[in-house]
């Protein structure tokens, strides 16, 4: 088991930029694959994209594909998740999640989450 937070999140104008940090704690963080899910007001969590242990993130949701990047810093025991050209649609709750399983796109696939950090996009 890991403990996840996140941290970065705030109010941020369209075309603005964040990064959001994930703070990762507990067994050996370069086992896990973390996932950065979002999940705005009145809707289902969104799978944004992951990060191998290998530090590979090869797949991202199509709503935010060549906007936002994944990174880890396994010296740091961090996820980070770089996001560019934000849009008012951007606009939720982020989360960050682990797991050691094969399986990563959706919110069943991870054991351990953050609290989350709001990230809010103002047109």
């Known amino acids: 088991q890991v403990q996840l937070a996140e941290s970065g999140g705030g109010l941020v104008q369209a075309g603005g930029s964040l990064r959001l940090s994930c703070a990762v704690s507990?067994?050996?963080?370069?086992?896990?694959?973390v996932g950065w899910f979002r999940q705005a007001a009145g809707k289902e969590r969104e799978f944004v994209g992951p990060?191998?242990?290998?530090?590979?993130?090869?797949y991202y949701a199509d709503s935010v594909k060549g906007r936002f990047t994944i990174s880890r810093d396994d010296a740091k025991n961090a996820v980070y998740l770089q996001m560019n050209s934000l849009k008012p649609e951007d606009t939720a709750v982020y989360f960050c999640?682990?797991?050691?399983?094969?399986?990563?796109?959706?919110?069943?696939?991870?054991?351990?989450w953050g609290q989350g950090t709001q990230v809010t996009v103002s047109s």
């Open positions: 999640a682990a797991t050691q399983g094969t399986s990563y796109r959706t919110p069943t696939d991870y054991g351990d």
């Open positions: 507990g067994r050996i963080f370069s086992y896990y694959r």
């Open positions: 990060i191998s242990w290998t530090g590979a993130s090869t």
